[in-house]
């Protein structure tokens, strides 16, 4: 048992260096989370009308140009806002998007504590 | 003709259905006997609007052009197929079906309830004709799908060529009979509450008012998904898209119903939750009513937009809801400490706590849909919120979720178990991570969302798949065939959905006519394309080789241009090979001049995700079966 | 007395979900596309559309009181009929129009501003839609009003109407 416990850990810790498989297909990501403003609710990655193929071409360009990906973000927030990008981003005006699902969960987690009891005995 | 009928039996069937909430009262606050043909009344109310919508089919098969509804989403040149589906293919005839639906849970109900106390009875089919009445009234003074048009058109405008698909004639009726179907269970409820009869033996007759619905909504948002994946063309099959998501808020909702039905019938627990999910899971249905109907949503599927409308089922959602919670807090069960508290590693415990994972993930995939409707109200701000939030939050805790659904079912009702199977949760492990191991080497992935994935999904299968094979020894009777199958189906889905995230590839290219270009192990050729002409498009067809690893295999994938309406449909090519697809969409566009555009995805694993779905409801439809047995 | 307050509280959670959705169907919650307005106009390089050697770059460096951007093209329907307005822009409000002509082919739009009159003090081209997304522009036809120190004031996004006309005088004046 042990030294299952033990092969696993190995395992586990190898996998350090996996992340790199995400990044692979950047392009691809940056195009997945970009609204396509003249399409309805698709994605740029999704769309091949012209403005999403015009804003593809202006994105390849700054990726070139050796542009992370925030200044990619900021780029097209500055020029369509917040809108245009699938995943928000965490600021002032979506703190409740992000933290209240996990106000639930802690609010869940309490009430389950304070029902649960070790043994049936102690229910009263 | 057949409009003024099918518009006079909708109209009488709206005075019936008051004449029957007036005799309520009679009879509750004048006392007296309830009147001998109050549930005749109903079935007659029933039958009124099923012989409306039935007209309204017939319109449509028929062309009747005199008719609004009729005129605007139908065409003589419509496949017979697609003219009987576009009689819901559109906002009149899909709220008719709503109410047809609604009806018809309360005409199931009086069937199949002979049995029942008297007063449970009849209070259950009074707030079964409030609810078709205040639906009936928004159908008659804002969307009458009978309305007339003059001078008669000759021709009609035809419907939205995306919604010509065999799929469509099964979709919409599906998802209603799901969520609509919750609305006996509500009132159910209701008069439970008010009759005093909201006990344990109350949950035993509701359970079944549970699962038949369920198991329609389950297939209802399998198909969609399905349909979304070969008729848009976008290669995925759920994309959080707030009408989606309008759907799964039902779902999620019920889901957890279920549990806590089940809780509360054996072990007299949860009764208040019980309570507040039941109608929670009909506001909701509501609520994504609402968005898809008001035209209120940023969606691909966009539908007429009416604010009139959605104003009118605001009111009545606020209005059932607050009359429901009114009711709830004046006559709901006392509890004493005793029922309310759960043994740590009890079955009641695991199911509490995946109750609480499925309201938090209700939480978000209720604020992900509405936050920017809210956001836009508050601040002016316009934000979208797409499938990267919800994979993010939502991912962790699936894991979790499908671990508690594993160990639940080894539990016992109201013990702590853990000691005694212990060893098998142990075992469980042991081989669900060799088996992880050998794959994560095999496939050559080791990321660790991938590895914990397919860990936690093969815990849950391995748990169910053991309980499958000792079935033995337990009388088959006593077996529960349903939660065998929709948990294997849910752990199925889980690893079906992190093999397609990790393995699938995707990529788009213009391609000239004759050109070929290559991506990782993938050829793809354009070798050669043809047009053709059927009754309503014209069509044209892509021939595109793809060569991987030697094979080679030709996708047709084509593009149509529809005449009645004028617009564009991309239809996609599909190659199975086991459980993954080689699947490519042509891209319409004017100017050929340096390519047609196409979409390629090789979706791994996809196969298995429409397996998981149906095995979800497979196992929904066995346990409504099933409860029918018992009683 | 418990139950009171659970009363007020789900009247007081149903009203405002009421009127918070009440004004959801009143409001457009659809894109936004004035968050340039207010901003800097970004740089951008055209060279003309007569004379490819003849470049400018924008935001104007003349210190203008106020100029419009027009992005346009000849096989934009709405931008013919909006055509007139620039034209009466030009002449009675004498205010200088930069045309960015939008993925057009040199004889089209050349024939189109013989066709119907030039109305630009400039025309510069932009043949992949490129200078048009730096701009925070989403398509044709648009107009922008830039003042002088080159934030963008006005933004209207499709043809110019009477209705934008007067804003726009309005805007200028």
Redesign the interface.
């Given at each position: 048992m042990k030294n299952f416990l033990f092969l696993l850990i190995v395992f586990l810790l190898n996998q350090q260096n996996s992340f790199a498989l995400f990044s692979q297909d950047r392009e691809i990501k940056i195009y997945k989370n970009i609204r396509c403003?003249?399409c309805q609710g698709q994605s740029l990655n999704d769309s091949n009308s012209?403005?999403a193929n015009?804003?593809k071409?202006?994105i390849k360009?700054k990726l070139n140009n050796n542009e992370t990906d925030q200044e990619i973000y900021t780029y097209l927030t500055?020029?369509?806002?917040d809108?245009i990008l699938f995943d928000p981003p965490v600021k002032k005006s979506t703190l409740l998007l992000w933290f209240f699902p996990v106000f639930i969960l802690v609010i869940g987690i309490f009430i389950l504590y304070k029902r649960t009891v070790f043994e049936k005995s102690k229910l009263s | 003709m057949t409009s003024n009928i099918g518009f006079v039996s909708i109209v009488i069937s709206c005075i019936l259905s008051l004449f029957i909430i007036i005799l309520f009262f009679k009879h509750v606050l004048f006392g007296g006997p309830l009147h001998s043909k109050f549930f005749a009344l109903y079935k007659a109310s029933f039958f009124l609007i099923a012989a409306s919508f039935v007209l309204l089919v017939i319109s449509f098969i028929i062309s009747d052009f005199s008719i609004v509804a009729v005129y605007e989403n139908s065409h003589t040149d419509k496949p017979f197929f697609y003219k009987f589906a576009g009689t819901w293919g559109n906002h009149e005839g899909s709220m008719l079906l709503f109410i047809l639906i609604i009806s018809l849970y309360g005409y199931l109900f009086l069937l199949f309830s002979k049995q029942l106390n008297f007063p449970l009875r009849f209070t259950t089919i009074f707030f079964q004709t409030s609810l078709q009445f205040a639906f009936l009234l928004f159908l008659i003074f804002t969307s009458n799908p009978f309305e007339k048009i003059f001078p008669i058109p000759n021709q009609g405008l035809g419907l939205n060529p995306i919604l010509q698909d065999p799929l469509l004639v099964l979709h919409p009726p599906f998802l209603y009979l799901g969520y609509v179907g919750f609305s006996l269970v509500f009132s159910l409820l209701l008069g439970g509450l008010i009759c005093n009869y909201y006990n344990q033996s109350w949950a035993a007759i509701a359970k079944r008012w549970i699962f038949l619905p369920w198991t329609f909504l389950t297939f209802g948002i399998g198909l969609g998904s399905f349909w979304a994946y070969y008729e848009l063309g976008w290669g995925g099959y759920w994309f959080w898209d707030p009408v989606e998501n309008a759907s799964l808020m039902p779902w999620i909702a019920s889901t957890a119903l279920i549990h806590s039905v089940l809780v509360m019938d054996k072990t007299k627990k949860l009764y208040n939750w019980t309570a507040i999910l039941t109608i929670l899971t009909f506001v909701l249905s509501l609520f994504g009513t609402?968005l898809v109907r008001?035209g209120?949503l940023?969606s691909v599927h966009a539908f007429a937009n009416d604010?009139e409308r959605?104003?009118y089922i605001?009111?009545i959602i606020?209005l059932i809801?607050?009359s429901a919670?009114?009711i709830y807090?004046?006559k709901s069960p006392k509890q004493t400490e005793g029922e309310s508290g759960f043994v740590l590693f009890s079955r009641e415990f695991s199911i509490a706590a995946n109750n609480y994972l499925l309201i938090f993930a209700l939480t978000v995939v209720t604020i992900g849909t509405t936050y920017?409707?809210?956001l836009?109200?508050f601040t002016?701000?316009?934000i979208s919120v797409g499938p990267q939030y919800y994979n993010t939050i939502l991912a962790p805790f699936v894991f979790i979720f499908l671990i508690v659904m594993a160990i639940g079912p080894y539990m016992k009702w109201s013990k702590n178990s853990f000691a005694v199977s212990k060893n098998k949760l142990i075992a469980f492990l042991i081989s669900s991570l060799i088996v992880t191991i050998l794959a994560s080497l095999l496939l050559k992935n080791q990321n660790f969302i991938f590895i914990l994935g397919v860990l936690c999904s093969l815990y849950l299968i391995i748990s169910v798949l053991y309980e499958f094979a000792y079935f033995k020894n337990i009388k088959l009777k006593q077996f529960n065939f349903p939660r065998v199958f929709s948990h294997a189906g849910f752990g199925f889905l889980i690893l079906a959905i992190t093999l397609h995230y990790f393995f699938s590839k995707e990529f788009t290219a213009k391609i000239p006519l004759g050109e070929s270009v290559t991506y990782k192990e993938f050829v793809i050729k354009f070798s050669n394309y043809f047009s053709k002409e059927d009754k309503n498009y014209q069509e044209l067809t892509g021939e595109y080789e793809i060569q991987k690893n030697g094979e080679k295999i030709v996708l047709k994938p084509s593009i149509r241009r529809y005449s009645q309406p004028q617009q564009f449909t991309s239809e996609t090519s599909i190659r199975g090979e086991w459980l993954s697809d080689m699947y490519i969409a042509m891209d319409y566009t004017s100017d050929t001049s340096d390519g047609i555009g196409i979409r390629f995805y090789h979706n791994y694993s996809i196969r298995l995700i429409w397996l998981s779905y149906i095995l979800i409801a497979i196992g929904g439809l066995l346990s409504f079966m099933r409860r029918k047995n018992e009683q | 007395m418990n139950?009171k307050i659970?009363?007020a509280g789900?009247?007081f959670l149903?009203i405002s979900?009421?009127i918070?959705?009440?004004?959801?169907?009143?409001?457009?919650?659809?894109?936004?596309t004035q968050?340039?307005v207010g901003?800097r106009l970004?740089n951008i390089q055209l060279s003309s559309l007569f004379n490819p050697i003849q470049k400018i770059s924008l935001p104007s460096s003349e210190k203008e009181n106020f100029y419009l951007i027009n992005i346009w093209s000849s096989w934009c329907v709405p931008c013919r009929d909006e055509h007139p307005f620039l034209v009466k822009l030009k002449n009675e409000h004498q205010i200088k129009i930069f045309g960015i002509n939008y993925?057009d082919k040199t004889s089209n739009a050349l024939d189109f501003l013989t066709k119907l009159g030039n109305p630009f003090y400039y025309v510069g081209v932009d043949s992949?839609?490129?200078k048009?997304?730096?701009?925070?522009g989403?398509?044709v036809p648009e107009t922008y009003v830039i003042n002088a120190e080159g934030i963008i004031v006005f933004k209207h996004v499709g043809p110019i109407n009477s209705t934008t006309f007067e804003k726009i005088v309005a805007t200028i004046k």
């Open positions: 403003l003249a012209d403005f015009d804003l071409k202006v360009e500055a020029r369509y806002g809108w | 609402f008001s209120i940023n604010p959605g104003l605001l009111f606020s809801t607050f919670l009114v807090i004046l920017p409707i809210l836009s109200v002016g701000e316009s | 139950s659970k009363f789900i009247f149903f979900f009421f918070v959705f009440y004004y959801a169907l009143k409001s457009d919650t659809k894109n936004n968050i340039m901003t970004p993925k992949d839609g490129s048009s997304i730096e701009i925070g989403y398509g």
